[in-house]
């Protein structure tokens, strides 16, 4: 016998198989790019983690970039000179802040290592100070192998001319918040305290206004009329208590 074969079947059966193999193909594309997409976000994700971090290690750097340690004598950006007891964050500061417990040796302290109720360090009371990396200029090394002396206070020619440069600029914030302030006073007193400038009371032309003249006038107990009436009227007498 002869073998006959559907011309339509194995034509839909061909087309079947090709279609079939087009969704598994873009099935595979589409997982392909969506890993893509998911690997490209991810190492985005980690770029901007190590950016943020980049930051906030450049935000709790000192002045001159070296990194701080506790127990290191340094000098402040305003020429006070002490020991480092504590770093790391506060509960008075941002979550991402570090902020540096300085035991004063040279110069003159603000609190005894405690702010607002919590301890931070511990100190003689007004030897202690905190303090942002930033206000830290100079690493003067370990206080027990370095003693504190009148050279150490001193300091070189260059941290002596920062100092200058950073009690200028101080002293122009200063004047300049000052004028700030005075402006603001001023302005406030031209506008009569926050009301309109020039402020006049409001006129009305339908009614008569009343001045209130004669508030503060003696008035009479009685009313006119009845004073009239009585006015050359005696009093009655007053009876007795016998006769009453």
Same mark, same amino acid.
Request: aromatic share 6%; glycine share 8%.
């Given at each position: 016998?002869?073998?006959?074969?559907?011309?339509?079947?194995?034509?839909?059966? /061909?087309?079947?198989?090709?279609?079939?193999?087009?969704?598994?193909?873009?099935?595979?594309?589409?997982?392909?790019?969506?890993?893509?997409?998911?690997?490209?976000? +991810?190492?985005?994700?980690?770029?901007? #983690?190590?950016?943020?971090? *980049?930051?906030?290690?450049?935000?709790?750097?000192?002045?001159?970039?070296?990194?701080? +340690?506790?127990?290191?004598?340094?000098?402040?950006?305003?020429?006070?000179?002490?020991?480092?007891?504590?770093?790391?964050?506060?509960?008075?500061?941002?979550?991402?802040?570090?902020?540096?417990?300085?035991?004063?040796?040279?110069?003159?302290?603000?609190?005894?290592?405690?702010?607002?109720?919590?301890?931070?360090?511990?100190?003689?009371?007004?030897?202690?100070? *905190?303090?942002?990396?930033?206000?830290?200029?100079?690493?003067?090394?370990?206080? +027990?192998?370095?003693? /504190?002396?009148?050279?150490?206070?001193?300091?070189?020619?260059?941290?002596? #001319?920062?100092?200058?440069?950073?009690?200028?600029?101080?002293?122009?914030?200063?004047?300049?918040?000052?004028? #700030?302030?005075?402006?603001?006073?001023? #302005?406030?007193?031209?506008?009569?305290?926050?009301?309109?400038?020039?402020?006049?009371?409001?006129?009305?032309?339908?009614?008569?206004?009343?001045?209130?003249?004669?508030?503060?006038?003696?008035?009479?107990?009685?009313?006119?009329?009845?004073?009239?009436?009585?006015?050359?009227?005696?009093?009655?007498?007053?009876?007795?208590?016998?006769?009453?």
């Amino acid at each position: 016998s002869e073998d006959t074969y559907d011309i339509n079947s194995i034509s839909s059966n /061909l087309n079947f198989n090709k279609s079939s193999k087009l969704k598994k193909s873009q099935s595979t594309k589409d997982a392909l790019s969506r890993s893509k997409k998911s690997r490209s976000s +991810h190492s985005l994700s980690l770029l901007d #983690a190590k950016k943020r971090k *980049m930051h906030k290690e450049e935000k709790n750097k000192s002045r001159g970039g070296f990194t701080i +340690h506790t127990n290191r004598r340094v000098r402040l950006d305003d020429g006070r000179i002490g020991i480092v007891k504590y770093k790391g964050r506060t509960a008075f500061g941002k979550s991402s802040e570090d902020w540096i417990g300085i035991v004063i040796e040279y110069g003159k302290g603000q609190h005894n290592g405690t702010v607002n109720g919590r301890s931070y360090f511990k100190c003689r009371d007004g030897k202690g100070v *905190m303090v942002r990396p930033d206000r830290v200029i100079e690493n003067l090394g370990n206080p +027990h192998t370095k003693p /504190l002396d009148e050279s150490m206070k001193k300091g070189s020619e260059e941290i002596q #001319a920062l100092l200058k440069e950073v009690a200028m600029k101080r002293k122009a914030e200063r004047i300049k918040k000052k004028r #700030a302030e005075e402006e603001r006073r001023a #302005a406030k007193e031209a506008s009569n305290y926050g009301g309109d400038i020039g402020w006049t009371p409001a006129k009305f032309e339908d009614y008569n206004e009343d001045q209130s003249t004669g508030m503060f006038q003696q008035k009479l107990m009685h009313s006119k009329t009845l004073l009239d009436k009585n006015k050359d009227a005696k009093a009655a007498k007053k009876k007795k208590v016998s006769e009453i």
